[in-house]
């Protein structure tokens, strides 16, 4: 399994504002990297996280519609990427809608090294906060692309089509209502 990241990929992933991970593409996707903004956002510290797969963020939401999303991406390797919300759970056991987007970053080989995933709570957004989030993911993404490429990784699919900001944060919002109501029954 390579754990070793490139030093100018790790620092430019290490200062985003973004919420970050990078996994592993062998094995179960353990994780090798989150920054600071992955830590605040799920109450985690990188030594609690680091080489487990994401889904222990899942807890028991069932997440069916998510999963299958998320399966047929990880099966579908010229699938560039995948951008879903997910019910996700605080080190607090504090719940909230995570709107997930990952793609693989290639070795200039082909061979996929690692899977990069970026993280946004939208259970309590705005619809404004939701669109500067993907101002801030299109940004880091634009950014990320050359340092990768100069450390001999592409990044695979880029953010061209943005979801319908008040679309997604209804369904987030559906989404813990409907989690908050099930631990209420």
């Not at 290490?14 to 996707?29: F, G, M, W």
């Not at 990188?46 to 963020?57: E, I, K, Q, T």
């Given at each position: 399994m390579e754990t070793h990241l490139p030093e100018a990929l790790s620092a430019y992933l290490?200062?985003?504002?973004?919420?970050?991970?990078?996994?592993?593409?062998?094995?179960?996707?353990p994780l090798l990297f989150v920054n600071q903004a992955f830590c605040t956002l799920t109450g985690y510290d990188?030594?609690?996280?680091?080489?487990?797969?994401?889904?222990?963020?899942q807890r028991q939401a069932t997440n069916e519609e998510a999963r299958a999303r998320l399966r047929e991406f990880l099966a579908q390797p010229r699938?560039?990427?995948?951008?879903?919300?997910?019910?996700?759970?605080?080190?607090?056991?504090?719940?909230?809608?995570?709107?997930l987007y990952m793609s693989r970053l290639r070795g200039t080989d082909g061979t996929v090294r690692f899977m990069f995933a970026s993280q946004f709570d939208v259970?309590?957004?705005?619809?404004?906060?939701?669109?500067d989030y993907d101002e801030q993911l299109a940004a880091t993404l634009g950014?990320?692309?050359?340092?990768?490429g100069d450390a001999g990784?592409?990044?695979?699919?880029?953010?061209?089509?943005?979801?319908?900001?008040?679309?997604?944060?209804?369904?987030?919002?559906i989404m813990l209502d409907d989690l908050n109501r099930?631990?209420?029954e």
């Open positions: 290490r200062d985003s504002r973004v919420a970050l991970a990078i996994a592993s593409a062998e094995d179960d996707n990188a030594d609690d996280v680091l080489g487990r797969n994401c889904r222990m963020l699938q560039a990427n995948v951008r879903t919300p997910i019910v996700n759970f605080r080190k607090d056991g504090t719940p909230f809608v995570n709107l259970s309590r957004s705005q619809p404004d906060l939701l669109a950014r990320l692309a050359p340092i990768a990784i592409v990044v695979e699919g880029t953010l061209l089509a943005i979801a319908n900001t008040a679309a997604t944060v209804a369904q987030a919002k099930a631990d209420h």
